[in-house]
T-cell receptor
């Protein structure tokens, strides 16, 4: 499977715990995006990487959230001291900078439930 | 404020029937508009993309229209199938930005 993959698919944690999600983009894609989607809503942009550089961060990305893409390939999204309001689907997408349409291909998402 | 609004919020139709979903946006300056299909528990998948100069684009049974003057788009689904049951999300890109503006989606249910 050469699509975008995300792990884990589901995560249940207790309030106050830290969680980390991983995204593996399509191999030749140099752009990577993280989104958050709550039930019944469209995805909301969190952050964007071009290669290993984090170029944009949304105001939604509080100081409890941190994303990395150390080698310009896979990315991790960490949430510290989780709160119940963090419960959502976290989507990762990737695209190829040479694609003028910049089509973003989404992974299946990681569903986070904070108890 | 950059916004994307979709209607209806949800829709139930009989298999074989046609339907039309609406999208109004205020995102500016406009770069392109996509319709995505999102199955339950899955990531969105792009159906069509339209730029400022395009009025209509088809992808099989899906036909999207764009009126850049009124900032409206529609997605028409012909001869619906049970597998069309999903959320359809309108997504607008702003020129010069790398982030996208998503609508809240229309939840379509096709019943036999």
């Amino acid at each position: 499977d050469t699509g975008v993959s995300q792990n884990p698919r589901h995560k249940i944690t207790k309030r106050g715990q830290n969680v980390t999600f991983r995204c593996d983009p399509i191999s030749e894609h140099n752009r990577l995006y993280w989104y958050r989607q709550t039930l019944g809503q469209g995805p909301e942009f969190l952050t964007y990487f071009q290669n290993e550089a984090q170029l944009e961060k949304s105001r939604l990305l509080s100081d409890r959230f941190s994303a990395e893409r150390p080698k310009g390939s896979f990315s991790t999204l960490e949430i510290q001291r989780t709160e119940q309001g963090d419960s959502a689907m976290y989507l990762c997408a990737s695209s190829f900078m040479g694609d003028h349409a910049d089509t973003q291909y989404f992974g299946p998402g990681t569903r986070l439930t904070v108890l | 404020k950059n916004q994307v609004e979709q209607s209806p919020q949800s829709l139930i139709i009989l298999e074989g029937k046609n339907c039309t979903l609406q999208c109004n946006y205020t995102v500016s300056p406009f770069s392109n508009l996509r319709w995505y299909k999102q199955d339950t528990g899955r990531g969105p998948v792009s159906l069509t993309i339209m730029t400022f100069s395009e009025n209509t684009k088809s992808n099989g049974r899906y036909t999207a229209t764009l009126d850049a003057d009124t900032k409206q788009s529609s997605l028409h689904i012909t001869a619906s199938q049970l597998s069309d049951s999903a959320s359809y999300i309108c997504v607008v890109r702003r020129t010069g930005a790398n982030n996208l503006f998503f609508g809240t989606g229309t939840r379509l249910t096709v019943i036999p």
